[in-house]
């Protein structure tokens, strides 16, 4: 039986700090879900068979200040990109970029491999079957991750049980 684990407050900090270069905060959040009035960016994981394993999801603000932090870009841009209720161009490459070095939080010893399989960027209404993962049918960790210098937001991983 292979045992289902979820990256810890600290793991996640680590990768943030690592990819950024600056201080990052990680603490209890609010769940990030995603419907046709509230958008989030959205990584999809699949295992070596394609059979969906976890998601991660941020809110529109997490994604623009990591986006923007990632890309060495002006806060002023991920604050306009939020008031826009979207992230798109250089923004949007960045946090996906982020998204497929973030499969390191899911992997490990003894478990199946996951690999990114599809991103969803604010405004584009994931899956079913993610839709269906992130509301709940899975273990879960859901945290605030405020990044020095730019801001913070919400950021939820769910993984299939």
Partial sequence: MTTVVLPSPKDVRDMFEGLLGRGVEVGPGEPVLVSQTTWAAVGAYVEDNLSLSAVVAADVPLAAYAGAALGLLPLGGAQDSIGLG?????MWENFAELLQIGVSLLNHDGAPHVRLYETFPPGELPDVDVLELMRGMGRRVDL??????YGGGSLSIVRRI
């Fill in 144 to 149: 605030h991750v405020a990044i020095a210098g």
């Fill in 86 to 90: 979207t992230v798109d161009g250089a």
